[in-house]
């Protein structure tokens, strides 16, 4: 008679616990998806699967937990990520332009996001002051030290990987602000615009901004137009940014954005778009007449809370609700800028200004 193995006996017993644990836990708040995440831990662990793999999923959770219990409190606050270059010193005209930029978009009431470090980032650390900054700060054996705006800040965040890292740049951001920069301000720039593009992150304002008369953006754009000229992307797509050389424009972009619009989601295949304010009957129909070649079918109406979005807390929202093509992102960041501009004839919720969410 063979006898089993302590360790398999071990195993058996603490999956059983487990599946026991995971089928409680379907009662309870968010309980599908707990019981969703602790289901492909438990299938990882029956598989055949080296350490290092391990290590890396167990890191990514913690890099995860950190970032998410720190930006519960300030979830309903916008915040506005700053990328730039770790290079350029405080001497330079792109620095103090960062630092002023994040003191006058924290005034209007946002938050700033940076990188933790040197350069732009610590620009928009000094400028938005600690009270109003987050450093994402990544462990590098070279580089980098957080700069001394955000050092031992409770909203000092420290990662490991790079690709957590950027989820959070992203999912916590309302707005991003470019500054100059080389290989991971490019990198930055070009994954913000596919996830803008291909509609898995925003709609949010995207703000590329240059010293008065300067040309490191406006070349960028040159690129761009050469992309487009080569029918590699769409003239729309440049829909997706702005260039500015104007700090009080950069603030009005970044503002503008949510003065009608507030934000959006999917419920099936309806794209639902909130509101700060009810279109009228006129505005509705020049959006039909304007916006129809993005729709799959049917029209533009407006609508109230729908079912599945009872428990959200945005239900007091008025809506507009549409089959959006869900590729003619920037047709879609078009009817929202056409939106915003209707926000001084359209009664709206004066007590709740663009950087609350």
């Not at 309980?31 to 602790?38: D, V």
């Not at 930006?71 to 620095?95: D, L, N, V």
């Not at 949010?204 to 761009?224: A, F, M, Q, R």
Request: glycine share 8%; charged share 25%.
């Amino acid at each position: 008679m063979a006898l089993s193995h302590p360790e398999n006996n071990l195993q058996s017993s603490l999956t059983k616990e487990l599946i026991e644990l995971t089928e409680q836990l379907s009662t309870r708040k968010h309980g599908k998806w707990i019981q969703r995440a602790l289901s492909v831990l438990l299938r990882i662990a029956g598989e055949e699967v080296d350490r290092l793999d391990w290590k890396i999923l167990a890191t990514s959770l913690e890099d995860l937990e950190n970032g998410f219990q720190i930006f519960y409190q300030y979830r309903h606050i916008r915040k506005i990520t700053i990328f730039g270059s770790a290079r350029i010193s405080p001497e330079t005209r792109e620095y103090q332009l960062a630092v002023e930029f994040a003191r006058r978009i924290t005034e209007l009431g946002f938050m700033v996001l940076t990188g933790g470090g040197g350069g732009i980032m610590q620009a928009g650390n000094q400028g938005a002051g600690r009270e109003q900054s987050f450093g994402l700060n990544i462990n590098l054996p070279f580089e980098q030290e957080a700069n001394p705006y955000i050092v031992n800040d409770p909203k000092l965040i420290n990662f490991k990987y790079f690709f957590t890292r950027k989820l959070f740049f992203l999912r916590e951001s309302d707005a991003i602000a470019l500054f100059p920069g080389g290989f991971g301000t490019q990198d930055e720039a070009f994954e913000t615009l596919t996830l803008c593009q291909t509609g898995k992150y925003g709609p949010v304002p995207l703000v590329l901004v240059d010293e008065p008369g300067g040309n490191y953006w406006s070349l960028w754009h040159k690129y761009i137009c050469n992309l487009v000229d080569r029918g590699l992307v769409s003239l729309q797509d440049t829909s997706l940014y702005t260039i500015t050389d104007s700090i009080d424009e950069a603030c009005q972009i970044v503002c503008n954005f949510y003065r009608m619009y507030h934000s959006s989601r999917y419920v099936n295949n309806l794209f639902v778009m909130r509101l700060n304010g009810e279109l009228t009957e006129q505005h509705l129909e020049q959006l039909n007449q304007e916006f129809a070649d993005i729709l799959v079918k049917g029209r533009i109406e407006k609508s109230d809370a729908l079912p599945e979005e009872q428990k959200d807390e945005t239900t007091n929202l008025p809506r507009i609700v549409f089959y959006f093509n869900q590729k003619d992102l920037g047709r879609l960041y078009q009817m929202i800028n056409k939106i915003n501009r209707w926000y001084q004839e359209i009664e709206t919720n004066p007590n709740q200004g663009p950087e609350w969410k």
